[in-house]
């Protein structure tokens, strides 16, 4: 059975430091979802959401080769249900008089915006969940989307009151 597994990885923030992480999935021929690398609030350290999936015994090993790296600080692991996860994507499609209505429609309905016009094409930019995302490429496939751009994951583990650091 597949799962779907979040690692929340803080790294030295230096040259080579994402090419040896990937390099771990690929050598052991791990699947990389999706990959968001981004600074933290400290310049030093940068912060790497990886979304994988596999069985169990995969989704193990994946965390035990991480805590293995050197430039590795700290690895956080989490499900889905146990984090708030989010992704953007910027959609360029081509409208015309008769679906421009239906495109601000589905656009006021998915809490997407459009934040870019001319006269034939439109910029909708969404932030959201992965699935609501994907939703909306769904809604659009009538439609004559030109170009996608979309980020990665990022996540943080839900709040408590006990946090730990």
């Not at 699947?31 to 350290?45: C, F, K, M, Q, R």
């Amino acid at each position: 059975m597949k799962n779907k597994r979040i690692y929340s990885v803080n790294v030295e923030n230096r040259a080579g430091v994402l090419s040896k992480v990937s390099g771990l999935f690929s050598r052991r021929n791990f699947n990389i979802d999706s990959l968001a690398v981004g600074e933290t609030d400290d310049p030093t350290i940068s912060s790497m959401t990886i979304v994988s999936s596999g069985d169990e015994r995969t989704l193990e090993q994946i965390e035990k080769q991480l805590n293995k790296k050197l430039d590795v600080i700290k690895v956080k692991t989490f499900s889905e249900m146990q984090c708030v996860s989010r992704e953007l994507m910027l959609m360029k499609v081509k409208y015309n008089k008769n679906n421009r209505q239906e495109i601000m429609e589905i656009c006021e309905v998915m809490k997407a915006e459009i934040v870019d016009m001319s006269l034939h094409y439109m910029m909708i930019q969404i932030c959201s969940t992965p699935e609501k995302i994907c939703l909306l490429l769904d809604m659009f496939r009538s439609i004559s989307v030109v170009e996608v751009a979309r980020t990665g994951t990022l996540a943080l583990s839900k709040c408590s009151e006990n946090e730990q650091n």
